[in-house]
C-alpha cells in the first residue's frame, strides 16, 4: 500500500512539532492523520498519483501545500512550521520598534547639532570629507541606513505577527556590524569610479569623492546587511586566495 512518512519540523531548527494535524488531499478523496510527540508521521493513501500535504497546528501559520507524485518512490518529507508569535513576542517586538525609532532621531539630533555648532563654521552644515570626520560620517549613515531598514523589517514582522524575540539577538548584530561593514566597503570603493545599470537600461556612474553621492552610497549599502556581509567575505577570499 502507498503511504507518505515525514516529520513535522518548527521553522528555523531541528524542534519537533508533536501532535500537528496533516491533510493529505486530492480530487475526491481527503485524509487527515495526526503525527506523534515526536513530530513524525505516516499516512496511507487509497491509491497513487498526485497528493497535496497541508500540515495545521494550532501554534503554527498553515503549511504551504506541497505536492508529491505517488507513482514514484518519494523519500520521507519534511515540513517546517512558522510559530505564531504570542504575546511576549509581541510585547518585546513593540519595545524594540519603538527603541529603535528613538535610537534612530537621537542620531539625527545629534549629527545635526554637531554639523552646525560643534565643528567650524559654526551654523553652516557642510559634509565631512575630510580623515578622519570622513570615517565618522561614513559611520554614522551607514548606521542610519541599517536603523531604517530594521524599523520597516520590525514593523512588518509585528504586522504579520511573526517578529519573535529570539530574532532580537540577530538584528542587534546587524545594527552594530554593519556600519563597520560600510565604512570597509566605502574605503575600499573610493579608490575607484564605478557603474551599474538601473530599470530600463539606465547606468548610474558612482564617485565616491563626491560628498553627496559618499553619503548616500553609505546609507543605501547600510539597509541591506547580508550582501554587504557576502561581499566583504567574496573580497576576503579573492585576496587570500592570492596568497596561497
Known amino acids: 500500500m502507498t503511504s507518505i512518512t515525514g516529520t513535522i519540523f518548527r521553522s528555523g531548527g531541528k524542534e519537533p512539532v508533536s501532535y500537528a494535524t496533516i491533510k493529505v488531499y486530492k480530487k475526491g478523496h481527503t485524509l487527515y492523520t495526526t503525527a506523534d510527540q515526536s513530530g513524525q508521521f505516516d499516512i496511507n493513501l487509497p491509491e497513487k498519483g498526485s497528493w497535496s500535504i497541508v500540515v495545521l497546528d494550532p501554534d503554527s501559520f498553515s503549511s504551504k501545500p506541497l505536492v508529491l507524485d505517488m507513482d514514484k518512490d518519494q523519500d520521507p518529507v519534511k515540513v517546517y512550521l512558522d510559530p505564531i508569535a504570542g504575546m511576549e513576542d509581541e510585547k518585546a517586538g513593540r519595545l524594540f520598534f519603538w527603541i529603535l525609532i528613538g535610537v534612530l532621531f537621537l542620531i539625527i539630533g545629534i549629527y545635526l547639532v554637531v554639523h552646525l555648532y560643534l565643528v567650524k563654521p559654526v551654523g553652516e552644515f557642510s559634509i565631512w570629507t575630510e580623515d578622519p570626520l570622513r570615517l565618522i560620517e561614513i559611520f554614522l549613515w551607514g548606521l542610519t541606513g541599517i536603523l531604517v531598514s530594521k524599523i520597516i523589517t520590525a514593523g512588518w514582522y509585528l504586522r504579520r505577527r511573526r517578529f519573535y524575540r529570539d530574532g532580537i539577538l540577530m538584528h542587534i548584530a546587524h545594527i552594530i556590524a554593519t556600519p563597520i561593514l560600510v565604512l570597509v566597503v566605502v574605503l575600499l570603493l573610493s579608490e575607484v569610479s564605478f557603474s551599474f545599470t538601473l530599470a530600463q537600461n539606465n ?12 553619503v548616500a552610497f553609505a546609507f543605501i549599502i547600510g539597509t541591506s546587511p547580508w550582501p554587504l556581509w557576502n561581499f566583504i567575505l567574496d573580497t576576503a577570499k579573492r585576496f587570500t ?4
Open 241 to 244: 586566495g592570492q596568497l596561497e
Open 203 to 214: 547606468e548610474v556612474t558612482i564617485d565616491l569623492s563626491v560628498p553627496a553621492i559618499m
